[in-house]
């Protein structure tokens, strides 16, 4: 009670100068593009990760006695314990396959990819999760060939992971469009730092109010709870 949030900082202006100024949008998949764990849920999966290290030894800290992310037990297993990065990242992958078939589409996502293609701009998905995993969902929904470049986790690597700008990197490059004329879209504040530190324009998406002040201090130039203005701006593009 008595709580303000925090104000959205966003101008239609905003949106069509950054659209206009892009040759290429860069979309993290979970959350921009669908609630990947919205039927399998990403608690379920961190749970057999986690069940799975203890089975092999791990002395896991108990700030990841029940962390509900997954990528979590992903990263710490990397940093912590690599003998077993293979199997734990054949699991995750193996579940994120499971959770892309039930996967539920963010609202206005499909129609920014679909949109992103006719005005002319690339498409790329940079994102944490498996490239399996993404391209099953994109196959599923017919966007396969809209979506010029998957850049995803590297199995072995989970120091690579968004904050890291490698993904970012991989994907203008692959795309041959330098970063500064890249716009990604993403939810979490690592997506934006990743974003910053390549040089990329920066949209955060705030799925609930009370992520928008940390998307805006990660460095979100536009901080936005719906993607339908990123849509509108694309079709005045066209």
Not at 142 to 162: F, H, I, N, Q, W
Request: aromatic share 2%; net charge positive; hydrophobic share 45%.
């Amino acid at each position: 009670m008595g709580h303000h949030l925090p104000r959205i900082r966003i101008m239609t202006s905003d949106i069509d100068v950054l659209i206009a100024s892009s040759r290429a949008i860069l979309l993290d998949f979970d959350g921009p593009v669908c609630n990947l764990f919205a039927r399998h849920p990403a608690s379920r999966v961190a749970e057999k990760l986690r069940i799975n290290l203890l089975g092999r030894g791990a002395q896991l800290p108990s700030s990841l006695a029940s962390a509900p992310n997954p990528l979590r037990l992903h990263r710490w297993t990397g940093e912590n314990r690599p003998d077993l990065m293979a199997e734990i990242d054949e699991m995750l992958t193996a579940e994120e396959m499971i959770a892309a078939a039930s996967a539920v589409p963010t609202a206005s996502a499909h129609e920014i990819i679909r949109l992103s293609c006719s005005s002319g701009r690339s498409v790329a998905i940079v994102s944490n999760n498996s490239m399996r995993a993404i391209a099953r969902y994109l196959a599923a929904h017919e966007l396969t060939s809209y979506v010029s470049t998957l850049a995803c986790r590297v199995d072995g690597r989970p120091d690579l992971m968004k904050p890291n700008p490698d993904s970012v990197l991989r994907a203008t490059k692959s795309l041959k469009v330098p970063p500064e004329s890249c716009i990604l879209i993403g939810d979490a504040m690592t997506d934006m730092e990743a974003a910053r530190k390549a040089g990329a324009a920066r949209i955060g998406y705030a799925k609930r109010p009370e992520r928008i002040s940390g998307l805006t201090d990660a460095g979100a130039d536009v901080v936005l709870t719906s993607l339908m203005p990123i849509a509108r701006a694309l079709r005045k593009s066209q």
